[in-house]
């Protein structure tokens, strides 16, 4: 993926989490730009998880432990952005949100874009 397709990627990600705040009533979030920073962190947590667990414990890695470290990943998120509020709950919540979000708009799945370039 080319640089202009991590910017599209990243803004469509943004509005995502910015349809998931008006869902979920435990989760807000300030604004676009608190919603692209936090799009950009939530990408930075999942690859630190991904590099210390593997595939499998990420919300790629299909199941309820995939699903659970999205949440938590989410959650830890608002330590790190300002304007962003989430509750365990909320973070639960937005998790599934943004994965039913996900199977109808998908944002794309680094695994398989890795997979393309090493053909």
Known sequence: MNFLGHVVRFIVSALVLMLVSWIVPQFAVGGFWSALLLALVIAALGWIVEGIFGKKVTPFGRGIVGF????????????????VSVTL????????????????????????????HKS
């Open 68 to 83: 659970l470290i999205s949440a938590l990943v989410i959650w830890l998120a608002q330590f790190i952005v300002g304007g």
């Open 89 to 116: 709950i909320g973070a639960l919540l937005a998790a599934l949100v943004i994965g039913i979000v996900d199977l109808f708009i998908p944002i794309g799945n680094p695994y398989e874009a890795g997979e393309r």
